[in-house]
């Protein structure tokens, strides 16, 4: 099983809304990332979780919030987004190598995404 | 962070070999070479890496060029699947973040 499952696929929220992505592996492993897209835009890493704990914030706006409440899941709580944040939302994860989480010999494993529109 | 630079799209036929250059002038010694690429609606997908060495798998090659400050990534037999957005990546510093470049869309004609 070489899956990471994000849910919701697709996700509109008004601008005072709060709202969640989830995302889930069964790889056992460790490292789990957040990534933003925009559209025709390379990805953007956001966040890094290595055994649970935040590992990279890329100065990422407090609006977005992270957690890894255990090895296979990785939520982001969204709260009083902007228009400006719509994007195409991806959840990834990978082995944690000698102690480092990243692409050194290493794969890493993006789920599909979901779509997040701030109306 | 080093920086890869690739064309912005190329085209082939379908059933043709396809080679897709990257150009990573400041990579450094540990940097690795990674190549993801992103079908229209879907996560980027892993296609091949490497350090030094060219590596085969059984979607690519990749050659690297003796100074490491390019690379080539070869589809052997373009199918209309393959049909998507390659980005060269490096893979650096003290955790290996990968970062991702503009990429290259490959159209492949039938």
């Known amino acids: 099983d070489t899956e990471v499952t994000q849910t919701p696929k697709h996700l509109v929220m008004g601008m005072t809304n709060k709202k969640s992505l989830k995302c889930e592996q069964h790889?056992?492993?460790?490292?789990m990332y957040w990534y933003k897209q925009k559209a025709k835009k390379p990805p953007e890493l956001m966040f890094v979780?290595?055994?649970?704990?935040?590992?990279i914030n890329e100065s990422v706006p407090s609006r977005f919030s992270p957690e890894c409440p255990n090895s296979s899941l990785l939520n982001l709580h969204l709260h009083a987004l902007q228009p400006e944040d719509s994007a195409l939302y991806l959840c990834?994860?990978?082995?944690?190598?000698?102690?480092?989480?990243?692409?050194?010999?290493?794969?890493?494993?993006f789920g599909e995404g979901s779509w997040l529109t701030v109306v | 962070d080093a920086k890869t630079t690739q064309p912005n799209s190329m085209e082939s036929n379908e059933e043709e070999p396809v080679h897709l250059p990257c150009n990573h002038s400041t990579i450094s010694g540990t940097d690795y070479i990674h190549w993801y690429r992103q079908l229209p609606s879907q996560g980027p997908e892993y296609v091949i890496h490497?350090?030094?060495s060219n590596v085969n798998n059984r979607m690519a090659s990749l050659a690297i060029a003796e100074d490491r400050k390019s690379s080539t990534l070869i589809l052997h037999r373009a199918t209309l699947r393959d049909a998507a957005v390659y980005y060269c990546t490096l893979s650096g510093g003290s955790n290996y973040k990968l970062t991702f470049g503009k990429g290259t869309l490959l159209t492949v004609n039938p």
């Open positions: 979780y290595s055994y649970e704990k935040l590992s």
């Open positions: 790889m056992g492993h460790r490292a």
């Open positions: 490497g350090l030094t």
């Open positions: 990834a994860s990978s082995q944690v190598i000698r102690g480092m989480w990243g692409a050194s010999g290493n794969t890493i494993y």
